[in-house]
């Protein structure tokens, strides 16, 4: 008499179980949002050929901003990638691993990871201005108004 107990309880509650199955109205969307640059970017960190430089040098009033309208601009410039303001485009805008800035003469493509740190947007940006043997690591955090 237990066994069918047992086996009657097993039986109701998989169909209970069964009715906890997740619907398609209970799909979660996984899909990647485009990523939005846009906005003054100031350097936090420099690294060259991996040793850090940031202290050696003063970095504070460079900004690089990225405009809505898709160009971008200068302030305080130092050596980077392309000399004149353009404008700039991702390589794909949900997965996005590279910047182009395109000037008046030239596209060039920059490599860049878009990391989350301490609850904040990093554009970490890996060029080689003037010397190809010298590989920079700019690391900026946008500046918040």
């Not at 047992?6 to 209970?26: E, H, M, N, R, Y």
């Not at 640059?37 to 991996?50: A, M, P």
């Not at 740190?117 to 010298?134: A, E, F, M």
Request: charged content about 25%; hydrophobic content about 35%.
């Amino acid at each position: 008499m237990k066994k069918h107990f047992f086996k009657l309880l097993f039986a109701i509650v998989l169909v209970f179980a069964g009715a906890c199955s997740p619907t398609q109205d209970d799909e979660i969307d996984f899909s990647e949002p485009e990523k939005d640059i846009t906005g003054s970017w100031e350097l936090n960190q420099v690294l060259r050929n991996g040793e850090d430089i940031t202290s050696l040098v003063d970095f504070t009033q460079f900004r690089i901003n990225f405009l809505e309208d898709g160009t971008y601009n200068f302030e305080n410039y130092i050596p980077f990638a392309v000399k004149e303001p353009g404008i700039f485009y991702l390589d794909d805008p949900q997965f996005a691993f590279q910047i182009n800035f395109q000037t008046s003469s030239e596209t060039v493509p920059v490599e860049f990871t878009y990391p989350i740190v301490d609850g904040k947007r990093q554009l970490q940006l890996k060029l080689s201005p003037g010397c190809n043997q010298n590989k920079y690591v700019y690391t900026l955090n946008r500046i918040e108004d």
